[in-house]
């Protein structure tokens, strides 16, 4: 079955960097574009980001752009979210999710907690 | 950016009633639109994609409709499960972005 397990979440300073990683299993993961969506405690869901199947294509939300990177490593069935410059407003559960029928999301993990606080 | 208004915030509905939300586009997104339930502490699971389609395993209660700017998610006949926050989600154009959600909780 498909599983998505995130890893690498935890609490950082504001201004500091972190890298989260989401290893995918079950499905043919080289096949399927892959995001992040967070979602700040008792808020709403927010996307931050897609990678497409290849990595040849990446889009951004509009608070995060210039500061978080996404990359996949195919062979290792792994997606990851460079985190730079952290802000107090980036606090929230971090989800990977699979892309489905182009730009929605079918399978989620159980989401990651980053927390920036001083 | 494409801002998605959902409404009421919240519902407060029986089992067995029928439950309509609502979602309001900022602008014509076609029928590029998907739903969501999230329940506590859960992640979010897909029910409807492009407006209208149920997603895989997803029960004939569940329904959608609409395209442009005005969408419906409806739930003919709510069972306890159903009770939950419901988040629209447009993929017309980037950024993609979702409603505010609206609650369904149990009168």
């Known amino acids: 079955q498909v599983q998505l397990v995130e890893s690498g979440g935890g609490v950082v300073q504001p201004g500091m960097s972190l890298r989260l990683s989401c290893a995918a299993s079950?499905?043919?993961?080289?096949?399927?574009?892959m995001h992040w969506v967070r979602q700040a405690p008792g808020k709403g869901l927010e996307w931050v980001a897609i990678?497409?199947?290849?990595?040849?294509?990446?889009y951004y939300g509009d608070s995060v752009r210039g500061r978080f990177t996404i990359s996949r490593d195919n062979s290792k069935n792994t997606v990851y979210l460079q985190m730079n410059s952290l802000r107090a407003e980036d606090t929230a559960l971090y989800y990977c999710?699979?892309?489905?029928?182009?730009?929605?999301?079918?399978?989620w993990g159980r989401g990651l907690l980053v927390t920036v606080s001083s | 950016e494409i801002v998605l208004t959902q409404s009421p915030a919240t519902l407060s509905l029986s089992p067995g009633e029928r439950a309509t939300l609502s979602c309001r586009a900022s602008?014509?997104?076609?029928?590029?639109l998907a739903w969501y339930q999230q329940k506590p502490d859960q992640a979010p699971r897909l029910l409807i994609y492009?407006?209208?389609n149920r997603a895989t395993g997803i029960p004939a209660r569940v329904s959608g409709s609409g395209s442009g700017t005005d969408f419906t998610l409806t739930i003919s006949s709510l069972e306890p499960e159903d009770f939950a926050v419901y988040y629209c989600?447009?993929?017309?154009?980037?950024?993609?972005?979702f409603g505010g959600g609206t609650k369904v909780e149990i009168k």
């Open positions: 492009d407006a209208s």
């Open positions: 989600q447009q993929r017309s154009n980037w950024p993609l972005t």
């Open positions: 602008q014509n997104i076609g029928t590029y």
């Open positions: 079950g499905f043919a993961f080289s096949g399927n574009a």
């Open positions: 999710a699979r892309d489905k029928y182009s730009r929605y999301f079918d399978y």
């Open positions: 990678i497409w199947y290849d990595g040849s294509n990446k």
